[in-house]
């Protein structure tokens, strides 16, 4: 059983990761993935970085969805925005890749603000449904604008970090994964803010808030501008990774994916998002090497995308009826059992 | 381009808009009811329309029997939907519920792709193949007919939910779910029967739509145009289904003749857009009053 | 005592990945042992989602062409091995299958399922400079051997396609009215500014271009325009089948006397038959031969007949052809006695004059650029149910 974490100040108390031994597992964590890309092939280290690049865009959703509970279902076309901006950045002006990203989180913020702005009148589903229509009307533009190249889409050269081209898993892991974790660090820390517990307070009842003092509509339009930087940074990093562009690389299934994501994960947790985010990127490459086990040859196969299609979905209707609050909250669970051992309760 | 071109481009736009019309029926349905917005109408057509398929290519069942088969198949297939997936998620925020649908959509593109697999089908022909001729106007004669569908089944619906006691019910727990079990509603059962109407219609509609598209398991994109017209309409309108069906029939149908294809969704969803920082509880919908 | 971290993904990540990364090292230290080792042919095959229709038939193609050339003794004395992955046609997975299948064997050969795949592993292929690349797509931005020097197409690329169905249509009626109705896609919109201007060079007249929503259901509006136009042809491009039989059946009841036409995705048999009745004359390119195709000498299709009692889909047909050049190409770097890297497999297949593919296709093919721009335009008899030639083999210079 643990004993003896009495905080003596508020500061403790609020400190990110409040215990020693907290502090040394996330020392282990860190020295973990470093030592990752030395031990991984390219496969597992190609997962690695996607897993990365997830984990950024639903952490982005989390804070819109998760704590301030706007619906959205337009994350996939955000950073739609910000992998474009940073095509376009890369390709024709060569700027330095971490300017890209800022910019690119940038513009994609822009974007959100313009689709957060109904967001006062329109609430809940009837946002979740705006945030279709700004996602089809975005694919509608980087289809059709010149800049954007059409429906063939830009090629990306690769990422230049102090003159080195990143342009393996290997390499680009490097900038993957620190962007990622700062990022992490970031969302951890907003909720330790004002603006943080203010975007909490409009979850949980917004007209309440608003009686409390916070003014709406500036922080939901925050929680917009926020998320889609996110999004934003994510896209570009996503840009950076797959080097190819194209309108139809962003669909409406890829925004369902990332609200699949923070659902299974565990909404307004920080832990979910990367849990969940994880948990639904390895779900098809898990389901193909069980379906590779099971003797039935190659023609099983073409059994896996249906039924990979069914998971996906028994995922989100299972987490939603039976665990709401996500493996982040089992996870919780299964560490109360250890802190409390060998007590009951 | 002359004035027939606009007519008949109108008219095209009036035909095409029943069978949103029809959609939405299906979806206002069950918001009425139940104040779920299902995001799986679009599959619910697909289910219907993929049953219809099975029995009619599959079983070499005759047309007048493999309609209503399909039918009632899809209806039961809605009411284990609601029983299993949405009666657990009573009294939840509706966001989750949403949530729950965008899930099920998942399951049943999925379901649909396991028993008949990702390839595109014809389904039989089964309707008048001449085309309706209005002065130098030709109309599509599946789409002509699938709008008196949709204008019939309308207007059944709107007779039912005045005079049928159940369609009373449906209205009463509509208006307050509290005082319909006060008054003796079985609330859970009008749950159940709008699930079952709900899926009965989507059926007739997915049937119309796969006989004019074909059938293929991502053909529940057409619900994200339903999802447009009932917004639109108003969730909650069955005549506000109608107008907004039409309404957006029309809109595509020109902004595809007289801008191009890639203008349809574009301006469908711009109107979306328009009516939503307008009149957000649509044209015809019952605006909610929020209280603390 | 225990106490959380940030994550434990990652860490769960990692100890799945260190057996991983142990295997490989053991796996691949055995594979260097034998003399001979197999040439692999990687692929990733979409056996499953939208494109499934095609990829089943691939697959069966490529491994039958791989099993056929192991009983001929394979290449030089060594086996070819193919490993395949499902994509499921979605581009991170099929990066995801390429990662894998190169991370765990020695490939020198991959097939890839979609353009954006094979755009996306483009300059992963450059790089490691061991692999020489096709696969399912045709898209004209692919036929540049200068962006994409280790990557070729079996067979015409979209705008050679359509030009191959103008170049009959200009033979067929000189100065002849055509439309072109395409899918707002990049599939749909790959050959058509192109295809304006050879059109315009051949003395044809573009009536109409109509582009459609994708996965649009109610096409009323573009047949009324269609109808306005009254082409002598219509070309579709960027669909499978819907909503190609509602335009032709609309059409026909209209009274339009169009001529439709499709390419090579619409054009397998079972794929055309379903539109029934309309599919009457309904034409198309398609650079191989039908599976029923007995006329003149054909000892590959006759293997294929052999293997393959009952019909194979064009699908099939365009993976197994990719099997024999895949095999072509190493056979000649290797009797070159070359290594087999993706330049030298290259320029291996770029040295194939007029090579005799044993019927697959019933000319003589020469690749050029990236491509193989040969095709023949066939078109439906519904009695027989079959796709039946209706003009010679037509090859673009």
Redesign the interface.
Known sequence: MRIGTAKQSYAADQALFDSATQRTWVLVLVLALIAFPFVADPYWLYLACLVAINIASATGLNILTGYTGLVSLGQAAFMGIGAYTVAVLEQRLGTPAILNLLIGGTVAMLGGVLVGIPSLRVKGLYLAIATIAASFIVHFLFANLGVTGGTAGLSVPPAKIFGVALDTSFRIYWLVVPVTALMLLGAANLFRTRIGRAFIAIRDRDISAEVLGIPLLRYKLLSFALSSFYAGVAGGLWAYFFRVVTPESFPLQMSIFFLAAIIVGGMGTILGAILGATFMTMVPEFLKLVVGWTSLGADSLQYVAPIRIIVFGVLIVGFLVFEPHGLAEMWRRVRRFFHLWPFKH | MDIW?LI??TL??L??GG?YALAALAFVIVYKATRV?NLAIGEMLMIGAYTFFGLSTGLSWPVWLAIPGAVVASALIGGLIERI?IR??LG?P???V???T??????????V??AW??????LI?FMP???IVLGEA????K?FYGFLTALALTLAVLLLFRFWRGGVALRATASDQGAAYAMGIAVPRVFSLSWVAGAAIAAVAGIV?GS???L????G??G?SV??VV?VGGLDSIAGALVGGLLIGVV??LA??YL???Y???TT??V??VV??VR?YGLFGTRDI?R? | MFSPSVSNAARWLRRLALPVALAACVSSAFAQAPAKEDIVIGASVPMSGVFAFAGIGIHAGLGDYVKWANEQGGIDGRKLRYVPEDTAYKVDVSVAAFKKITSQNNVNLYYGDSTGFSKTINAEIDRGGNILMSGASFASELNDPKKYPNQFMLGPDYTEMFGILLRHIAKETPKAKVAFVYSDTEFGRDPIATSREAAKKLGLDVAVEIMTAPGSVDVSTEIIKLRRANPDYTIFHGYVLAPIPEFVSQGKKMGLKSRYMGTFWTMDNSTVMQMGEDAQGFMGVMPYRYYYDTEGKSPMLDQIRKMRPEYQSTGYMQGFLGGMLFAEAAKRTLAAGKPLTGPNLKSALTSLKDFDTGGLIGVPITIKGNSIPVGRIYQADVKQKRMVPASDWIVLE
């Open positions: 071109f008949e481009i095209a736009g035909a095409g069978l917005v997936a657990p998620m939840e509706p966001i989750s949403f949530m729950v965008v899930g099920l959509s998942s399951i049943l593109v999925g379901v792709e396991l697999g990702a390839d595109t089908h014809r022909e193949r001449d085309p030709f109309i599509a004669p789409v739509v004019i598209g074909g293929s398991p991502t053909m994109i057409f994200l999802l447009v917004i595509e149908s595809g003749g191009g294809g890639e349809k969704l574009l969803f711009v979306l857009v939503l920082m957000p929020e603390l």
